[in-house]
């Protein structure tokens, strides 16, 4: 039979194969996770600090469109009456070069030289127009190649007359803002064609390196956009990944530790009892219980064994207790009641004989027992007496004395299995009265010792015997063992003495065999 120990390493290796599966895939998650929520906060930043560039521009302009509605009254006045005031303009205002008026397309006056007589097309070529613009240019008369930002505001309908603003856009630029590493690695102001990148003397934009992405923003208020020069959203996480490693490891061994737990033997053994049930799996085998005074056998108890075509024989105590766990102990019972009626032609066809199923407590709550005897048990009819056995070991306190009553009325006897060995109260005996104590083999293999266990079974011979009720000993080897426990009274014998379990087919020679040597004294194999 297939050892604990060899199924325990079997499953021990998908455990970890499980675990370490589940680590990395934890560790590849979490640092993709991160990357994701790097990268996010990398693009947030990119459009937040757009966003202020924008705006800090559209203020520094706003004040040169209200100057520019000023100066457009003083368009056609003799320049020396108005020069004096476009100076004062030019002084109040940081960011001002020199104001300019035209008329007809000829500027005649300036802030800066006064009086003069210059086409303002051979200065601005796209200049006079009949709409207001912004411009990106290069200055021609004061500082010149120097870039300046003109501003032209158009008065009257000819669109030949209006007032030019030459702003100092260097100075602009170093107001508005400086690139923000390691997102923003430079900044242009964009105007028409032209562009002007931040702390450049010249216009012109070169394009962005291999690894990087221009972003642009637009104003909503001004004819003019800001790019924004830098390394990728993506480009920056990965090269922040490596300080996220240790977070990342740290969960993948989390991850890892806790599926190693979560899937623990019981676990892989939960699935395989499914399947077995679902396969077949589990075959019944049969123990004979004989008379301590005739010998005659007078009924049997159901035991389950579990060939497990990947494990082998697996042992109930390995899979008993597991499926308790894991509340499979139900549909185990089930089928074990299933395949008894499959094999109820074996057994002798009375009344007197009795079939013992070992049932789990939880079968007995809100009688799902009933149930299930009334769908598989008395649908077929059978002749033999059924007992239900429950280990004392179980929580029996909660459990519901209608239910034995109904279950009693039915013809059910009720056993209570491995007794001495759990937790049943004199009070709990008397209130369910149980048919059968079955005594625990622990207690029957102390027969003529001086242990405890020796001096308890006596003890529990006198109870079964005062509460009227039918005691069983399991475990009987030794023909002392017969000899005291027959002399104590107690009626029904169980164990290797007389018969081991076995197969229900090798059930009635067994029992041919037995009738014919069931002579009180000789001892039976």
Known sequence: MQTAQHIIRNYRRRRITLALSLAVLTFLATLGVR????????????????????ATM??????????????????????????????????RARTLRAISLIKN???????????????????EPTLPSRHASLQLSVDNSLLKGSPVLVKWTSVGDSGLDGAMQVINIALLTQLMSAPEMPWVVRTALNVGDNHLVYGSNALGFPPPGTDDKETQFHSARQPFSISLIGPSASTLAVQRLPSQVPLALLLALLIGYMAWQASASRMSFSREITLGIARGEFEIWCQPLVHAQTHACTGVELLLRWNNPRQGWISPDIFIPLAEQENLIVPLTRYVIDRTIKHINIFPASSDFHIGINVAADHFRNGLILNDLKRYWFACR??????????????????????????????????????????????????????????????????????????????????????????????????????????????ILQGWLFARPMPPGEFPAWLERHQRLSTPGQTRV
């Open 35 to 54: 990357f994701l929520t790097i990268r996010s906060v990398n693009l947030q930043r990119v459009d937040e600090y757009g966003s202020y560039a924008v």
């Open 58 to 91: 559209e203020n520094l302009l706003s004040p040169h469109d209200e100057l520019g509605l000023r100066v457009a009254p003083l368009v056609g006045k003799p320049c020396n009456a108005v020069q004096g005031e476009l100076r004062q303009y030019v002084a």
């Open 105 to 123: 397309g000829i500027l005649y006056c300036s802030s800066v030289f006064g009086n003069r007589a210059v086409p303002v097309n051979m200065l």
């Open 382 to 491: 059978p002749s033999q007496r059924l007992m239900l056995e429950l280990t004392e070991r179980e929580d029996l306190q909660h459990l519901d004395p209608q239910v034995f009553r109904q279950l009693r009325a039915l013809g059910v006897q009720l056993a209570i299995d491995d007794f001495g060995t759990g937790r049943s109260s004199l009070a709990w005996l008397e209130m369910l009265k149980p048919d059968v104590l079955k005594i625990d083999k622990s207690f029957t293999a102390a027969i003529g010792t001086d242990s405890v266990n020796s001096r308890v079974i006596s003890m529990i011979i006198e109870l079964g015997q005062r509460l009227g009720i039918t005691l069983v000993a399991e475990g009987v080897e030794t023909a002392l063992q017969e000899e005291y426990l027959r002399r104590q009274q107690v009626q």
